[in-house]
């Protein structure tokens, strides 16, 4: 049964930078603010995105120095490890929701966990408890793109990619987007065989020329294979616990393998959940 909980100035769906700027911001103005989240509180960068990506591609940058750096000044072996990376990454993001919470609860500012959907224009449910508010502010984010390819349910998302355990030695990124590159890097560090496929003519479409053209030189004398105008048609789980990819290019079909496959073919609005229609917002597609 639905119960009625409480009724705010202010409900804030999201609990990352946006929302959380928004909540304190309202609740300085002494309004009443509920702020919810379906996961951990602090949203994607902390956690998820810019904080924990920059801690590993900042120390495999450290360590890429050293190794260029040998011979006129810096002296002895050098080793780059996934798993001291994680565990120092981890000692940034496993405080994050805790702390990002009892901040949100210091400014008075009601908490709830779970999945927001509208009922209507000032009302959602969280669980079995219905809140109304006078404003509601949508702030959920991004997460990665759908992608139309047989088989996407074996990607890999750079959310999850942060989590994992161990990295095998083949590693093959669908999308040429700057997450795509900032990892491929890292991870042809620590010595994997990586792979990039991306589907236009041009990585990091949105960029210079140039740049980019520049940043697929650096990325390729990093030992990284990078494919442009590749179109992923379908992937398929191997018995060997690996995958295989077939791809086309230039009108001709290709096969790719690798023992892991990570989406890097962008993010979209993170909204499916929310049931937008009820609130009287219309979305394109």
């Not at 920059?54 to 050293?66: F, N, P, Q, R, T």
Request: aromatic fraction near 8%; proline fraction near 3%; charged fraction near 25%.
């Amino acid at each position: 049964m639905e119960n009625m909980t409480g009724t705010y100035d202010l409900i804030v769906i999201g609990t990352g930078s946006a929302g959380g700027t928004a909540a304190k911001a309202a609740r300085k103005k002494g309004w009443e603010v509920a702020i919810i989240d379906e996961r951990p509180y602090g949203g994607t960068c902390p956690q998820r995105g810019c904080d924990p990506k920059k801690v590993l591609v900042g120390i495999s940058e450290i360590y890429d120095d050293a190794k260029r750096t040998q011979g006129i000044g810096i002296q002895g072996e050098v080793n780059l490890s996934w798993n001291d990376l994680k565990a120092f990454k981890e000692t940034f993001t496993d405080p994050v929701p805790e702390q990002v919470e009892d901040s949100f609860k210091k400014s008075g500012i009601m908490t709830y966990h779970g999945i927001a959907t509208f009922i209507d224009a000032n009302q959602v449910q969280v669980g079995d408890q219905v809140l109304r508010g006078n404003k509601i502010v949508i702030a959920t984010g991004a997460k990665p793109s759908n992608l139309p390819i047989e088989g996407a349910e074996h990607l890999v998302t750079s959310d999850d990619f942060f989590e994992l355990e161990d990295l095998p030695d083949r590693i093959l990124f669908v999308g040429g987007g700057y997450i795509t590159f900032e990892f491929a890097h890292l991870c042809a560090r620590l010595g994997k065989d990586v792979i990039i496929l991306h589907r236009g003519r041009h990585v990091l479409e949105s960029f210079d020329h140039e740049i980019t053209n520049k940043l697929i030189e650096i990325t390729k004398d990093l030992g990284v294979d990078v494919h442009v105008g590749t179109d992923v048609l379908s992937i398929q789980e191997r018995n060997d616990g690996g995958y295989k990819l077939n791809v086309k290019k230039f009108d001709h079909e290709h096969e790719f393998n690798a023992d892991l496959v990570i989406h890097g073919a962008g993010r979209t609005p993170n909204v499916e959940q929310l049931n937008l229609g009820k609130a009287g917002i219309v979305t394109s597609e």
